[in-house]
């Protein structure tokens, strides 16, 4: 099954990843701005992704590449299959020296995710799935809650999401969390630990990609904010926002939201 032979190449692929990032010490690690308010990189971000490129399209030379940390072009949308990377997705975490930062890769066929990894190598946490397969962490499978209503759940977003502009009856009901990757709030969500994801901005594909399979493998339905699929490898890497959970509550928060655009 290539989903699997792919998934394994992006297993052993996400742990070296994390023995390079972990040599390096967050605090102290050499960082930069991006232009445009883009956040900050540092040189852990470039070594993984230099392995990341190296690696993966040497064992993969006809697949497209996308990454946060490389400069895109338009080849890859002649591609059949994609490589999306976000070598550190966290990375603000990372600076900080938390342990909640993460390596998310995925494999896209056709604009659909086939298989998808996302490893926190500081809480030694590997997430995985493959298309058909399910999902799993750290080997064992996994599966998303069971909660049925909003008051009933808690849901990973951060404090912007709870404005009430952003809700047809206001207050939405749940109980908010937040962690900083977005690919480990699906992954999170992926588990069962949380109830569902909200994020309302425009977010790029190298954050959701991985974790976006993790779900919907795990038993659960992962959308943009409109409930509209999710397709990767786009001109503009960008999705309209994305919404995660088991069937209920991803519905529930559907027909809560107030269907604007998402912001930048």
């Not at 990843?17 to 232009?35: H, L, V």
């Not at 040189?43 to 697949?63: F, G, K």
């Not at 342990?99 to 066929?109: C, E, F, G, Q, V």
């Not at 977005?182 to 959701?208: N, P």
Request: one cysteine or more; hydrophobic letters at 40%; a negative charge.
């Amino acid at each position: 099954m290539p989903a699997l032979d792919d998934l394994s190449l992006l297993i052993e692929a996400a742990r070296r990843s994390g023995e390079i990032a972990t040599s390096f010490t967050g605090k102290t690690a050499q960082r930069w701005d991006k232009p445009d308010d883009a956040g900050p990189v540092t040189e852990a971000d470039l070594a993984v992704n230099a392995m990341l490129h190296q690696t993966l399209t040497a064992a993969r030379p006809d697949y497209g590449w996308l990454s946060e940390e490389s400069d895109d072009g338009t080849r890859r949308l002649g591609q059949r299959d994609l490589f999306i990377v976000d070598p550190i997705d966290g990375t603000r975490s990372f600076i900080e020296g938390s342990d909640t930062w993460s390596h998310s890769l995925a494999i896209a066929r056709d604009g659909r995710i086939t298989a998808a990894v996302v490893f926190l190598p500081m809480l030694d946490r590997l997430y995985a799935a493959a298309a058909g397969a399910g999902a799993t962490l750290n080997g064992q499978s996994i599966s998303v809650s069971d909660i049925a209503t909003l008051p009933e759940a808690t849901v990973l977003a951060t404090k912007p999401v709870m404005e009430m502009q952003h809700w047809t009856k206001g207050d939405p009901g749940f109980k908010r969390a937040h962690r900083p990757s977005l690919a480990y709030r699906l992954g999170l969500v992926g588990q069962g630990r949380f109830d569902g994801m909200v994020t309302l901005r425009k977010s790029w594909e190298w954050d959701i990609a991985a974790g976006a399979l993790i779900v919907t493998e795990a038993g659960g339905q992962c959308t943009d904010r409109t409930g509209q699929p999710l397709r990767f490898n786009n001109p503009d890497p960008r999705l309209n926002g994305v919404v995660a959970g088991g069937d209920a509550v991803h519905a529930a928060l559907l027909s809560g939201l107030a269907q604007t655009q998402a912001t930048p």
